[in-house]
């Protein structure tokens, strides 16, 4: 059976259009982030592709103390409501601490569970009672049937809005790989999935003190994942990936997300 989940005006899964969901990895500050949120719904507007826009406003799982996290709780949340109402776009956040939860539920639109806490049980349960939509990231380290277990614990709350993102599994050291059959298991389960491109090319730990990636792989993932019947597509984008602050060797450049887009969008058609 096909579940979708209704996000404002957008719906996400079922036979509804394929989603993007994209943005920088973390909030560098206000004005990088509103460029690039207005240039992407700029671009999915033309293309007719609905939108959610993500970006962090801490990354708490970052490889180095050294890192750069995000402005935080607080400022964060202030940028991205602006930009929010700036736009008229809906916004995905992911947070790390139940302390989190409720300041950003009044903010964001659906809230994403990192892969690291996929398991974490209380905190799992505490966004699930927001009642919001929730998008939670399939931990690398979990079997795609092992999904079930955290789309009950969300479901004991009384909660059905859940989305699962596949991100790739650990495949040895500093290597992740994309399992596609895990969107039709997902799937069965009756939860729509999105496929998170730019994560699964990622190298965690790769360069030492931060995450490598290989960014030129994205465009051959992200076909394979729509065309294996993702509901959703995940991406993170930057206007000058080489001096991102977070996540820049697996981030995408703006400027060549038309072209990709347009490819993704032709083969769902097809589907």
């Known amino acids: 059976m096909k579940h979708s989940v209704k996000i404002n005006d957008i719906v996400l899964g079922g036979d509804a259009p394929l989603v993007l969901i994209a943005g920088p990895c973390v909030i560098e500050d206000y004005e990088t982030t509103f460029e690039i949120a207005s240039f ?10 609905p939108f959610i826009f993500k970006a962090s406003y801490d990354k708490a799982n970052r490889t180095s103390i050294e890192s750069f996290r995000g402005p935080g709780l607080d400022d964060g949340l202030l940028i991205l409501e602006k930009i929010k109402n700036k736009l008229g776009i809906n916004i995905l956040s992911d947070v790390h601490r139940a302390v989190e939860i409720k300041p950003a539920a009044r903010i964001l639109d659906i809230i994403q569970v990192p892969a690291f806490l996929c398991r974490q049980t209380d905190f799992i349960l505490e966004i699930s ?11 690398q380290f979990l079997a795609p049937w092992d999904i079930a277990n955290v789309v009950e614990k ?24 994309a399992d596609f059959r895990s969107i039709k298991i997902i799937q069965d389960m009756g939860r729509p999935v999105i496929f998170d491109v730019t994560h699964s090319i990622q190298l965690p730990g790769g360069a030492g003190t931060s995450s490598g990636g290989q960014r030129e792989f994205a465009p051959v993932l992200a076909r394979a994942g729509v065309a294996a ?23 995408l450049m703006l400027d060549s997300l038309y072209d990709l887009l347009s490819q993704l969008k032709a083969i769902r058609k097809i589907l």
């Open 40 to 49: 992407l719904k700029n671009l999915t507007t033309e293309l007719d592709i």
């Open 129 to 139: 009672n927001t009642k919001k939509p929730i998008n939670i990231k399939k931990g």
């Open 229 to 251: 019947g993702a509901d959703g597509i995940f991406m993170e984008v930057h206007k000058d990936p080489d001096k991102a602050l977070c996540d820049g060797p697996n981030s």
């Open 154 to 177: 969300v479901r004991s709350t009384g909660n059905e809005q859940i989305v699962i993102t596949e991100r790739g599994a650990m495949f040895g050291y500093n290597n992740l790989v």
